[in-house]
């Protein structure tokens, strides 16, 4: 059996824990830029005026109507708060797969001899008395029918936010209530496919012949149909796979025309994504940036360039990453022009293991590699961007996004720290 722990309404419960004064009260949490509602607690979600993914200059007269409270993302606390869940996790099996930043699915084999039921509301319970965020659980013999009992574990109030599958006849009632659509691993495509020879439910999707499925839904479907039968196909996995690639790329607060301002942004993107390399021991061989101006403007004239460049030597060094991503940049921008986004990619990923030098290579040597690990050990403790390179300026930075409504990263800043007055 496998558990599959599902925090409800992840970004905006992260934000409630440190606001007691919100329990029980609509809360949204908006995508960068404070642009749209990517985000919301059951009691927003109650309100069925507010539509998900709608620009929020669109519903603010609506937002404040209801009284919703309003929270810019805050992707550090999300992360440290998703990690602390995992750590509380760990305490219930030594096999854990953190699916995604809400998700983990826990190896239950060799607990046949627990009531199983009183083990997920145990989980559930710790869960929130340690790190106050609810969570539903779902146990089952397979990864996607425990995604289906997660469902309903959230979805029927008596269930208390824990549900079992372990039965023929829980199996089948539980497909019975699951729509096809709602079946993880479907996509949009097959699932039309699907409606269109009268399969709605996860149910009817089992008693269709394993030849059809094999051959109208690849090998992807065929394994989602032989796990809600219940023959497991996916092991649940303890260590993630090393990225093939690390981009990233975020538009600015305000459109940007001077080349200074520019590279700022890149050398802060190009020291994310550097530092990601160093915790999975990697290096890249390949290094990709890009421009864009506002693809929805009619106003604005469009440019959208981008030039990619083989490394001389893979690396994971910020310093270098960064004095070769101006050099495209420098190639790349032309005046004239008001950008929205600057991006990076790092690819051609392999273990910095297996990374053959020369006698002129000073990017491995014992001094550069110390300073990369002191940069991460200081910036690990003191905070983000405690030491940084000086490509990323000094001043108020223009491109950083509008974050109006961020609440304060209480557990990773300490000048951000939740203060308690008596």
């Not at 996860?202 to 094999?214: C, D, I, Q, S």
């Not at 690849?218 to 023959?231: A, I, K, P, S």
């Not at 303890?238 to 940007?256: E, I, Y």
Request: aromatic share 10%.
């Amino acid at each position: 059996m496998m558990a599959l722990v599902d925090c409800n309404s992840f970004y905006a419960s992260c934000e409630q824990v440190f606001r007691a004064d919100l329990q029980g009260k609509p809360v949204v949490v908006l995508s960068n830029n404070d642009g749209c509602i990517i985000a919301a607690n059951k009691e927003a979600k109650q309100i069925a005026d507010i539509p998900m993914f709608q620009p929020v200059f669109k519903i603010k007269d609506l937002l404040k109507a209801h009284q919703v409270t309003m929270f810019s993302s805050n992707y550090t606390l999300y992360g440290e708060m998703s990690q602390r869940v995992i750590n509380v996790l760990r305490n219930f099996s030594p096999h854990l797969e953190a699916y995604s930043i809400d998700e983990s699915f826990l190896d239950l084999s060799g607990l046949s001899h627990k009531d199983l039921s009183a083990y997920g509301k145990e989980i559930k319970e710790k869960v929130l008395k340690h790190t106050g965020l609810p969570v539903g659980v779902g146990i089952a013999s397979t990864k996607v029918l425990s995604k289906v009992a997660n469902k309903l574990a959230k979805k029927i109030p008596e269930n208390e936010g824990v549900f079992v599958i372990d039965s023929e006849a829980k199996r089948i009632e539980a497909l019975q209530k699951t729509l096809i659509a709602d079946v993880w691993g479907i996509g949009r495509k097959h699932v039309k496919r699907l409606q269109n020879i009268g399969i709605y439910t996860a149910n009817h999707f089992t008693e269709l012949p394993l030849n059809w499925v094999r051959k109208n839904m690849t090998v992807v479907g065929e394994r989602m149909w032989r796990e809600l039968r219940g023959e497991k196909m996916m092991e649940v996995t303890n260590h993630s796979q090393p990225r093939k690639a690390v981009a990233t790329a975020k538009s600015f607060g305000k459109k940007l025309e001077k080349l200074d301002i520019i590279e700022e942004a890149c050398a802060y993107y190009i020291s994310e994504v550097s530092e990601i390399l160093r915790k999975q021991n990697s290096t890249a061989s390949y290094l990709q940036v890009f421009l864009n101006t506002n693809y929805h403007s009619d106003f604005d004239k469009q440019y959208h360039p981008s030039i990619t460049v083989k490394l001389e030597m893979p690396t994971n060094n910020t310093f270098v990453l960064i004095k070769e991503a101006n050099k495209i940049l420098r190639k790349i921008y032309k005046p004239g022009f008001r950008y929205k986004k600057v991006g990076v990619c790092l690819s051609g990923l392999r273990s910095e293991n297996y990374v053959q030098t020369n006698l002129f290579c000073q990017e491995f040597s014992g001094k550069q590699q110390n300073l990369m690990q002191m940069m991460d050990d200081m910036n690990a403790k003191y905070g983000k961007s405690t030491i940084f390179s000086s490509s990323l300026g000094i001043r108020k930075k223009e491109w950083e996004l509008i974050k109006e409504e961020r609440s304060p990263r209480y557990t990773t800043q300490w000048k951000e720290l939740l203060k308690v007055q008596g």
